[in-house]
């Protein structure tokens, strides 16, 4: 989830819908200024009990993030206390329960996306090393409840926290127990968003399956192969899901803000405090009828804050977010930004993902999205194919866009070379999760406590 990072033009005061579309407007980049952003999340664990680690607690959070200073990581403060940081590969966050947050810097090639990773787990291992933490790439935590879990000390989540109860059965187990990995991407004009977001979305539940790895719970099998995935359909139906107005004729900026309008808000952020406005209407905001801000009109930077509050497959905030996927090893958070580069950057390749989706129907795709947690690549598409046959065929096309991006480290190698954990879980029929599932019904011996040496970040 974001930080709260402050912007020029951020107070002032929105004056109508057409204030609203401009974030949209303004992400409009030429292609050649497109760039890539990953964001994954990781869990920490004590070395000594598999424990995770509170924020005060000596060798906890707080030392996790301020030890990143030696590598000249700045500090981000919410009420004196350490609970971010900022520097040259993007920004370091803390989600609820203390899942560690790299949301990666913009940039040009996949190769410098995998080479900034890379830095940032050769930093996570040389101090994990010193205060005996290590970090677990899964996207469910394995063995904890929630009440065995800590809190971060974050206004925007004790919000959350009381709020999440209120509208779903599961939003705690999501904001406490799950790690993601996400891919940011822009687009050039308003028809070029519609594409992207409508190709994205359709095949988000393909990303999910190709990236389940969430198949344990409290230290037994759940039943599911993305647990993650399961969990957000039990979360809060107002803010998440597969959106079937993007599919509608005349889909654009404005029906995307109609949308966010319509979720119900969570806060609103004044002189350093969040203030709890959980269930109100922004539209309320907007014209100065907020009680908990009675007469104070929604600025731009209310309506950003606004935007990180929706939680769908595929969210829109200035550019496109991939939000399906569970978390994983690097070598899969390299695969997941090489997956949509490879279909949404390269006009062939979003052409050809676009013929391939664009006769299914929404029933067809809600039932797809439904089956993918338990089933993976076992589910079934929209137009009766399986998932792992229909895996291969988008795997060739994002290999194709990749190779005609022509985007080569210094020895010659292509961006599509980050696609080969996907072909192998394509060719197996094996997802991460099952290869799991097989260890703890065989050489685990029906334990999962290997796991933490065998499922590192």
Known sequence: MSNKLIAAGDAAPIEGKADLIGLFERGEKPKSDWRIGTEHEKFVFRLTDH??????????????????????????????????????????????????????????????????????????????????????????????????????????????RRHMPRVGQLGLDMMQRTCTVQTN???????????????????????????????FTEGKPNGFLSYRSHIWTDTDPARTGMLPFVF???????????????????????DGRYLDAAGKSFR????????????ERATYGD??????????????????EMRGSDSGPQSR????????????????????AWDLVKGWNIEGQQRMRDEVPR??????????????????????????????????????????????????IADSGQTLAEYWLERFHGPWGGTVDPIWDEALF
């Open 375 to 424: 089933l993976a690549l076992k589910a079934t598409a929209p137009d009766g194919k399986s998932l792992q046959t229909l895996a291969k065929e988008v795997l060739a096309i994002a290999a194709g866009g990749l190779d005609r991006r022509a985007r080569e480290n210094s020895i010659g190698d292509s961006e599509a070379g980050f696609l080969t954990p996907l072909w192998e």
């Open 185 to 215: 991407l822009d687009y050039g004009s308003e028809a070029d968003m519609v594409k992207k977001f409508r190709v994205s979305l359709a095949l988000q539940p393909l990303g999910t399956a190709l990236f389940a790895n969430s198949p």
């Open 248 to 270: 509608d004729e005349g889909f654009g900026y404005e029906s995307y803000a109609d949308y966010a309008l319509n979720v119900p808000m969570y806060f609103a952020y004044r």
């Open 51 to 160: 424990g995770q680690p509170s924020w005060e607690e000596p060798n906890g959070i707080r030392d996790l993030l301020e030890a990143f200073g030696r590598y000249g990581w700045e500090p981000v403060l919410e009420d004196g206390r350490i609970i971010a940081a900022t520097g040259a590969d993007g920004s370091l966050s803390l989600e609820p329960a203390g899942q560690f947050e790299l949301s990666g810097a913009a940039l040009e090639t996949l190769h410098q996306t995998c080479a900034e990773t890379g830095r940032h787990r050769e930093q996570c291992l040389a101090i994990g090393e010193e205060l005996g933490l290590g970090f677990l790439g899964l996207g469910f935590n394995p063995i904890a409840t929630r009440a065995q879990l800590p809190w971060m000390p974050k206004g925007r989540y004790a919000i959350m």
């Open 333 to 352: 958070i390299c695969a997941l930004p090489a997956l949509w580069v490879g279909l949404l950057y390269d006009g062939t390749a979003l052409d050809a």
């Open 284 to 295: 309320d905001f907007i014209e100065g009828r907020l009680d908990v801000l009675p007469g």
């Open 303 to 320: 309506w950003k804050d606004h935007l990180s509050t929706a939680f769908p497959e595929v969210r829109m905030k200035g550019y496109l």
